[in-house]
């Protein structure tokens, strides 16, 4: 499998002692002044803290809506994430916990198209339903089902949320799965503890897209979307990701699913998946 670190193509794998060719990059989109300012901030701290391993990042569609689906480790991780989705030339809209939109931060977020979530209000449809905008606008959507930070003690993606799978029946946007891997070295969220090193390395697997042909069809025919046809949909997109996670860590992931927490917690930061 090909691999790289951001600076060269996804088909080149570096033989012991080569140097990394350059990197055939893609044409970079047009940033308004927020996306400027967050860029400006975004890059020069992850190519300190993060030493970035894409892989297959060509998969992210160069054009059209995309709904990015990512497993959490890290409070950290939209900073990679964002990067990556910027190296594959285009711009990532993250959905976000709503209080950190607030001050100067929030304007700069706003600005920047981030989608503020306001889980567990009767707004919380609001964050759905521009997403589904974003997406329909052929935009890149990035998504984490779990809505906070694994509580899996190993780590592995624990019980989802099925926000994701309203956005990806309700869309026809490319449904593309992130696998994610390292930046829990950085900020331990199970520890609560920091770590501040420099060159983490963190491992990003971009998979095929996922293909729900049969699961939207349904909905076109127009069943109900039930709580099974959520899950349904939901699990084989995080089943992909869990895969992918075990082809990065050379594991099998487990059978059992760590359970979500059953009450918000300080770890629902960026990121969250909207609602359940």
């Not at 390292?182 to 501040?196: C, E, I, L, M, T």
């Not at 390395?201 to 729900?212: F, H, I, K, N």
């Amino acid at each position: 499998m090909a691999v790289h670190t951001g600076r060269v193509s996804p088909d080149v794998v570096r033989s012991p002692g080569e140097q990394w060719p350059r990197r055939r990059w893609r044409p970079r989109p047009r940033l308004n002044w927020a996306l400027r300012m967050s860029l400006a901030v975004v890059w020069p701290v992850s190519a300190l803290v993060y030493d970035l391993r894409l892989r297959h990042a060509d998969r992210i569609p160069a054009r059209g809506g995309v709904l990015l689906v990512a497993n959490h480790v890290s409070v950290l991780d939209p900073l990679a994430c964002a990067m990556l989705v910027y190296d594959a030339g285009r711009v990532p809209r993250f959905l976000a916990k709503d209080s950190v939109f607030t001050g100067l931060a929030g304007t700069i977020l706003r600005a920047a198209g981030q989608i503020p979530v306001h889980r567990g209000t009767v707004a919380a449809q609001s964050s759905m339903g521009a997403a589904e905008r974003a997406l329909a606008a052929g935009e890149v959507v990035v998504i984490y089902p779990e809505g906070s930070v694994t509580r899996d003690p190993d780590w592995w993606p624990m019980q989802p949320r099925t926000g994701v799978a309203r956005l990806a029946l309700a869309t026809d946007a490319v449904v593309v799965p992130l696998a994610q891997w390292g930046p829990q070295r950085v900020h331990d969220y199970h520890a609560k503890q920091f770590h501040p090193r420099l060159r983490t390395r963190a491992e990003y697997l971009v998979g095929e897209p996922v293909d729900l042909a049969d699961l939207r069809a349904r909905v076109q025919e127009g069943r109900p979307v039930t709580t099974e046809l959520l899950r349904e949909t939901t699990d084989r997109l995080m089943g992909r990701v869990r895969d992918q996670l075990g082809e990065i860590r050379g594991e099998t992931p487990p059978v059992a699913v760590h359970p979500r927490p059953a009450r918000r917690t300080p770890g629902d930061l960026p990121g969250a998946a909207g609602v359940a």
